[in-house]
């Protein structure tokens, strides 16, 4: 993965920044509409291989109960039984299995996606946005990565038909990923 930050020989590993990670997500609302929501709770890291971008490892953790879509009773709806159900399952999960770079210069990111107990593989499209150095010395490296799921392949079978055709909730979800990690 290009960087004006020195290369190193082996990996380099990253811690993600949570407060300056979005993990995104939205559905389609009654066929007409998006809503969008996304995790506050985001950790992880990035072990980059620089010499060999194929060789790096991502592993994220979500905290299920920090989902939020600005609504108060769907966000308690989201975090119930219904879907998430985050007593029984707090945490939302990510690990690499491959890493491709593409001729463009973005990477295909293979890997693991466990929700509610329920692991799938999930392909994303994913690119470095840039390095540098903060304020405080650090280094950090901006991401950015999309991909989509269908939910009801994790056990997110909830909707409802609508009376003129059509479900309230689309089945797929568009996962958009924008962060910063710092180099540990």
Do not use: C
């Not at 491709?100 to 996606?113: M, S």
């Amino acid at each position: 993965m290009d960087s004006t930050i020195a290369r190193a020989a082996g990996p380099v590993t990253w811690q993600i920044d949570g407060s300056h990670t979005d993990v995104g997500f939205s559905v389609r609302h009654m066929m007409l509409a998006t809503v969008k929501g996304y995790f506050s709770g985001v950790e992880g890291v990035l072990e980059l291989n620089e010499a060999d971008p194929t060789r790096s490892r991502v592993r994220v953790k979500l905290d299920a109960a920090s989902v939020t879509t600005r609504n108060e009773q769907r966000d308690a709806h989201l975090r119930s039984p219904d879907f998430f159900d985050v007593e029984q399952y707090p945490q939302l999960t990510f690990e690499s299995r491959g890493i491709e770079r593409r001729a463009d210069g973005r990477y295909t990111v293979t890997g693991d996606l466990t929700i509610r107990g329920v692991t799938r593989e999930v392909v994303l499209d994913a690119e470095q946005e840039g390095t540098g150095v903060d304020p405080w010395g650090k280094e950090r490296i901006g991401f950015a990565a999309s991909g989509r799921v269908d939910r009801r392949e994790f056990g997110l079978e909830w909707n409802q038909a609508l009376e003129a055709g059509g479900v309230l909730v689309s089945d797929e979800v568009k996962i958009v990923i924008e962060g910063q990690a710092v180099r540990t």
